[in-house]
């Protein structure tokens, strides 16, 4: 009975942190912005919740931005840019797709990269205060209020 009420919990808090992971690698391409050569990163959020969930499949509809598979591929002879883990061991770092070239090779386009950390500053912060509610539901069962 006390693992169906904490399932949602865990899945949050898998959440929370594939979020956190992700906000770093924005911040990364945000610093190095001006960095020549620097190609920008990100991390698939289906993807890496898929893995941190043990491989189930997710019924999630949005993904972020990130690229590198076979599904941006333009060409049946082009070869896959594979993925890499993360620095700490955490999800997937997957290539940005690159909008807007630049001479010195750099890849990251900052009014996409503010939009992201936005974005998912955003859903960190509604993920946050979903597993509070939750905690405070729990709490109050277990107290009998």
Known sequence: MFANMTNALDFHSKALVVRADRQRVIASNIANADTPGYVGRDINFKEAMSEALGGNTLPLTQSSTARGS?????????????????????????????????????SVDLDRERANFVDNSVRYEATLRFINGSSKTILSAIQGQ
């Open 70 to 106: 076979s599904e941006g591929m333009t060409h049946a002879r082009h070869i896959p840019l594979q993925s890499t883990t993360g620095s700490l061991g955490g999800p997937k770092l997957d290539y940005t797709t690159q909008t807007q070239p630049a001479m010195d090779g750099n």
